[in-house]
């Protein structure tokens, strides 16, 4: 069965930075690209990165581009999203899901996401 | 950006009846590169249908879905009481993008 865990979700003050990771299990790792999606407070979904296989292929939505970095370890079967500059439209849960198929970006498991609180 | 719009934003039904949830997009979606999921109040995103029409593995089939170009439907054929959540429709042909859920609520 495959399971996703993200940790590292934290109240952090506006120009802040943290680093989001997501453990995965009953897969493997390596084949699959993944995804950040979050969802501010009573709102809907917005894809955040994605990051090939390999990790050599890293893509960002217009909002987070410059300020995000994604990356994986695929021997720790880890993958994290590195958050600098955070303003308070970050705050939301995020999500780690694994990409559906290479190349198709629907999203078939997600784990259970991180609160992350950007507040002075 | 590919913007989707669900509709209606609200349905209120009877466990046992159907269930009809719109998505418009604003362009073409790619290959009908069209997801649906679902999610419930504190739990994560569900994926339900994909490729507009291919049911997730796992998803009763009650749930299915159709449409093609900019305008696509996922039915739930007879609600269950587990089926009263919040849904999106997101595509995947150019960068992802969600529409803004569409909850279904028992009346």
């Known amino acids: 069965e495959v399971q996703l865990l993200e940790s590292g979700g934290v109240l952090v003050q506006p120009g802040g930075s943290l680093r989001l990771s997501c453990a995965a299990s009953g897969l493997t790792f390596g084949n699959y690209g993944m995804c950040w999606v979050r969802q501010a407070p009573g709102r809907g979904l917005e894809w955040v990165s994605s990051i090939s296989g390999g990790g050599e292929l890293t893509y960002y939505a217009d909002s987070v581009k410059g300020r995000v970095t994604v990356s994986r370890d695929n021997s720790r079967n880890t993958l994290y999203l590195q958050m600098n500059s955070l303003r308070a439209e970050d705050t939301a849960v995020y999500y780690c899901?694994?990409?559906?198929?290479?190349?198709?970006?629907?999203?078939?498991?997600w784990g259970r996401g991180t609160l992350v609180t950007v507040s002075s | 950006e590919i913007v989707l719009t669900q509709s209606p934003g609200t349905l209120s039904l009877s466990p046992g009846e159907r269930a009809t949830l719109s998505c418009r997009a604003s362009?073409?979606?790619?290959?009908?590169?069209l997801a649906w999921y679902q999610q419930k109040p504190g739990q994560s995103p569900r994926l339900l249908i994909y490729g507009a029409s291919s049911g997730a593995a796992g998803i009763p089939d009650r749930f299915s879905g159709s449409g093609s170009g900019t305008e696509f439907t996922l039915t739930i054929s007879r609600l269950e009481p587990e089926d009263f959540a919040v849904y999106y429709c997101q595509q995947y042909g150019t960068s992802p993008t969600f529409g803004q859920g569409t909850k279904v609520e028992i009346k």
């Open positions: 899901a694994k990409i559906g198929v290479t190349g198709k970006w629907f999203f078939d498991y």
């Open positions: 362009q073409t979606v790619i290959s009908n590169y």
